[in-house]
């Protein structure tokens, strides 16, 4: 069985700073995949970024990047010159990359506050 | 480009009645599913949709709710003799077949239900 878990139920950070939202996981499966959503208030999830299993590099996308440690099994999501708009939910999910199922496991979330 | 669209946003209804929610998904893209997510919590997988047919359900899919995507097209949800414990927001979900970046799962704004 899958499972994620985020142990940062709140955070702050100051306008154009850096943050860093924990994520650790738990799988047997080899091949899996590991995504970040952010969920404003109104409710839509929306994909920010993705780490295959067997990726070299750790993945980034504009101001997001992923701290992937496979050791470890985290992945870390960073944020960069934080904006008011990154206010929301974030959540971590993965989910096994062979055929057969391709259902989302998702941690509990992070709410992170962007202070002026 | 539109993107997952679901309706109604909001649904209030007392506890007994049948309801139902409608899931559009991104044009093209063959998989649809759709999750459960109670306040406080990350959402849960309920089912999954490829083209018409139903591949995988959770055990959360008790024998009152019942999906169906006939046309590989849209997809609705129904839930008969709802009762307080399903109020949640019910996201949808689909991904194109076989892509890369682990199939992202891209989500609509979600329906909303109250069950009194």
């Known amino acids: 069985a899958q499972k994620i878990t985020q142990t940062q139920p709140g955070m702050f950070v100051q306008e154009k700073e850096a943050v860093t939202l924990d994520c650790t996981y738990d799988?047997?499966?080899?091949?899996?995949?590991l995504f970040w959503y952010k969920q404003p208030s109104s409710g839509e999830m929306i994909f920010l970024i993705y780490q295959g299993s067997y990726d070299q590099q750790n993945a980034t996308e504009g101001r997001y990047s992923l701290n992937f440690q496979k050791a470890r099994k985290s992945a870390n999501l960073v944020i960069s010159a934080s904006q008011l708009g990154d206010s929301a939910m974030y959540f971590c999910a993965m989910r096994y990359l062979g055929a057969g199922s391709y259902q989302l496991t998702f941690g509990k979330g992070t709410k992170l506050s962007v202070i002026p | 480009d539109t993107g997952v669209s679901q309706n109604p946003r909001h649904k209030i209804t007392k506890r007994g009645q049948n309801v139902t929610f409608r899931c559009d998904p991104i044009s093209e893209h063959n998989r649809l599913y759709w999750y459960r997510q109670t306040l406080g919590q990350g959402p849960e997988f309920l089912t999954y949709f490829q083209n018409e047919a139903q591949l995988e359900k959770s055990r959360l899919l008790s024998d009152r709710f019942s999906a169906e995507r006939p046309k590989g097209s849209f997809s609705t949800l129904e839930i008969q003799r709802t009762e307080q414990g399903d109020s949640a927001m019910y996201l949808c979900?689909?991904?194109?077949?076989?892509?890369?970046?682990?199939?992202?799962?891209?989500f609509g704004p979600g329906t909303r239900l109250t069950v009194l």
């Open positions: 979900a689909s991904s194109p077949n076989g892509a890369g970046a682990g199939d992202t799962q891209y």
């Open positions: 799988t047997s499966d080899p091949s899996y995949g």
